[in-house]
């Protein structure tokens, strides 16, 4: 079974940056669009950003600028490099797969998760 692990997580203070990376176990990155996603308490799973396997990317309005997804597929890793962190930002962060049309819709994988990373940005 392909497994998805989330990694890069922490506390940081507002402003701040983190690097999150999703590795997977077999090559199920490859032909797939990818997303990361956030689930902060008390709120539902959100799209954060995306990227197709041709490379073609989207972000979340409230990360726009602040965020970028890239994808080395010969390490089957996606990475998100976070800048200019907000306390808004915290959350649990997931990676998974879905296709191009979901993804770009903004739509939720009905995938199993993995455990996510969490993400903390003090004010």
């Known amino acids: 079974q392909v497994q998805l692990v989330e990694s890069g997580g922490g506390l940081v203070q507002a402003g701040g940056s983190l690097r999150l990376s999703c590795a997977a176990s077999?090559?199920?990155?490859?032909?797939?669009?990818v997303g990361w996603y956030r689930q902060a308490p008390g709120k539902q799973r959100e799209l954060v950003a995306g990227?197709?396997?041709?490379?073609?990317?989207k972000y979340v309005d409230s990360v726009k600028g602040r965020f970028t997804i890239s994808r080395d597929n010969a390490k089957n890793t996606v990475y998100l490099q976070m800048t200019s962190l907000k306390p808004e930002d915290t959350a649990v962060y997931y990676c998974?797969?879905?296709?191009?049309?979901?993804?770009?819709?903004?739509?939720?994988?009905?995938?199993?998760w993995g455990q996510g990373t969490q993400v903390t940005v003090s004010s």
């Open positions: 998974n797969i879905d296709s191009p049309i979901r993804l770009f819709s903004g739509q939720v994988p009905s995938r199993s």
């Open positions: 990227i197709s396997s041709g490379g073609i990317t």
């Open positions: 077999g090559s199920i990155f490859s032909g797939n669009a």
